[in-house]
């Protein structure tokens, strides 16, 4: 996984504009939220099912890049203070501490516009339709019924107690659309999947968007700041309804293995088992971070 | 004009997601940011350019819809405390302040995903890599080097005093590169216009642009709050640079109609000498809000 981790560095570096560029500050601020470090999930998602699918890894550099953008700019915002209100972010001081709010925003927004030029201007499939449909499913898992409406969701529910059921709708939105989003756009630079298996691939991306988040939830109660790089206990400081909260660490541990086992069924489905994406689950599952 | 006023309405209102439709803070928030009047210049540029060209209205819908929907999310950022910290806007309260900041914040973000939705989610043209070159075009339009770059080149700018130069370097980014692009991705829903009538239309937009934002300048200097519906005298208060703070009051009008003059000449080279262009023009100049 190693190259792969060096490949989207790479292609995230060579995408975003240099930093001599004007507005220079705010292209400093944007090569500030995104190369920053970050574990890359959503990039190694996107390659793990681009290899499945036989696909050109140049293509996939660009998907990769694109999913990293748009994860990249949702915690700028996020972390913003009329959102979260967090000072910490990697390791680092977030984008609106390091640089100001005004320009915080306009780096989100200025990335999110980078994403889909990524996915435009280069050549991502040999049928252009495709290609458009690509791009397609990238703005609806990012837009008010994906990701962002998955935002506005947890906003309404601060402060209120979540049934599992309600609490899944959630993150099926804010951090599901995405990271499925990142599997199938990986998988569609290549042809080298029948319907059928892409079908068990988002399957196994639905599975493992879901595991992300409910081991994000136990982190979050169970680590330190230092060790994950973002301020830790701020669920339960800031009242949201998490994983832990509904169903407690132990039980919340549990349930991500059985989603993690949920995915990797998925896999079996698939050319060499799920390759990489296999690891991937385990890494979701076993992080620290 | 009237029934394409009528048709953008209607375009808008389809392409926005029902109220109704969970999150519904999201999506009120997000009709009442998109629906609450506005001029709709960038979509009737859209129009008038896409005639020229013989596209189908259809085709144009989507695209006016497209520049008008990244048009209201920079309104709603913009305005936003961090940035110019306006609470009215068309008449009306802004954004954050009719629902709330993350709100706002999520509003925008959602629109410009629902924009690039709107592009590649319905057929724009015949040759889907056309359609690829136009979404590219928005996408580079609204980011860091286009839009969203202008808007950071102006927040740099507060308190300085700039040359006209300078001052048509920030806003041939902050406004002009949008409506530039309404018309370039208006035309290219057709076929009817050869390469270099389109390079005779885009001189219009750049000029059309411009002048666009000078007449702006003007009106924000000498028009009351009630005739604008967003807050007059802004620009002095903020100690902005203007075209009005760089030439005086006198000799920006008589840039504008200048530069309404050069677009006009930009358009004898084009079917129908630019045909509802040719109104706009006159009405981007002659407006009085």
């Not at 991306?205 to 136990?218: M, N, P, R, S, T």
């Amino acid at each position: 996984m190693l190259d792969r981790q060096d490949r989207i560095e790479k292609a995230l570096d060579a995408a975003l504009p240099a930093p001599a560029i004007a507005p220079v500050r705010l292209h400093t601020a944007m090569r500030y939220a995104v190369l920053g470090g970050g574990k890359r999930v959503r990039p190694l998602l996107a390659y793990g099912a681009g290899e499945l699918a036989c696909a050109q890894t140049e293509r996939v550099d660009s998907v990769a890049a694109a999913v990293e953008m748009i994860h990249a700019y949702s915690l700028v915002h996020d972390d913003m203070p009329a959102m979260d209100d967090d000072v910490l972010r990697r390791g680092r001081p977030t984008v609106h501490v390091e640089f100001d709010q005004a320009t915080a925003l306009l780096v989100g927004d200025s990335l999110q516009s980078l994403a889909f030029q990524m996915l435009s201007g280069h050549q991502l499939a040999d049928d252009a339709r495709r290609q458009l449909e690509m791009i397609e499913l990238l703005a609806r898992a990012s837009g008010s019924r994906g990701m962002a409406g998955g935002q506005a969701i947890d906003l309404e529910s601060t402060a209120k107690s979540l049934a599992v059921p309600e609490l899944e709708f959630m993150h099926i939105h804010k951090t599901g659309a995405l990271i499925r989003a990142s599997v199938a756009l990986g998988a569609r630079c290549g042809t080298g999947l029948s319907d059928t298996q892409l079908d068990q691939l988002d399957h196994f991306g639905k599975f493992i968007g879901l595991a992300f988040q409910v081991v994000d939830d136990v982190l979050d109660a169970d680590s330190s700041t230092a060790t994950l790089g973002k301020t830790a206990g701020k669920d339960a400081r800031n009242n949201k309804p998490t994983y832990v909260s509904a169903l407690g660490l132990e039980r919340a541990r549990e349930l991500a293995g059985e989603l993690r086992d949920n995915a990797l069924r998925a896999l079996n489905f698939l050319p060499q088992e799920g390759g990489h994406l296999r690891q991937l689950a385990e890494f979701i599952v076993l992080r620290k971070f």
